[in-house]
């Protein structure tokens, strides 16, 4: 029992440093206010101004009114896809596109593609639902929304030759990425 005692008084914690923790807190809380004093962000700033362009042109009858906008990540791709709300877009006219379109958005994309396009398909030449998802999502952006949002995936494979305009919101390291991009419209 003596040694279950002494044991035990060995783990206690030690007395907490009232004036560090005071001192640590005040320099994080220094932090936040330091990153909340700075100004928007320029880049975001630029990109709504770049599609509010696209969006004008496309209503004056001078282009496609549509834009593609390429970026490196899923994460980027939602905050890109905020950023377009934010510019009075509304849900329906962003599309996502990334390597796993499992998302709400695109499952009603394909059950909408398979109504207008799938069912016109012989049995035997239907894609697969991976495929066929892809195909949904481009019929999506081509007939009834305005912004295309992909990550990488898009970059290859997909004919957008109706849209004119390609942002790179997120530059590849690799120039021929960005041509591969490019050739989509």
Do not use: M
């Not at 206010?33 to 969006?55: C, E, G, N, T």
Request: with cysteine; hydrophobic share 35%.
């Amino acid at each position: 029992e003596e040694e279950e005692i002494e044991e035990s008084s060995e783990d206690a914690p030690a007395p907490t440093n009232r004036g560090a923790v005071a001192e640590e807190l005040a320099r994080v809380e220094g932090f936040v206010a330091r990153a909340r004093s700075l100004p928007h962000d320029a880049k975001a700033r630029s990109f709504q101004d770049a599609i509010r362009v696209v969006l004008d042109l496309g209503r004056e009858g001078r282009g496609s009114g549509k834009a593609v906008v390429f970026t490196e990540s899923i994460t980027t791709q939602e905050y890109l896809r905020k950023l377009l709300l934010d510019t009075g877009l509304d849900d329906d006219d962003v599309t996502l596109f990334r390597g796993t379109n499992d998302h709400a958005r695109a499952h009603q994309a394909h059950a909408r593609w398979l109504e207008e396009e799938g069912r016109k398909l012989p049995a035997g030449f239907r894609p697969t639902r991976e495929v066929a998802v892809r195909l949904a999502l481009v019929h999506e952006f081509r007939t009834r929304s305005k912004v295309l949002v992909c990550t990488e995936a898009g970059a290859k494979g997909l004919n957008l030759q109706f849209c004119e305009t390609v942002i790179n919101y997120d530059l590849p390291w690799n120039p021929q990425r960005i041509e591969q991009r490019i050739g989509r419209c």
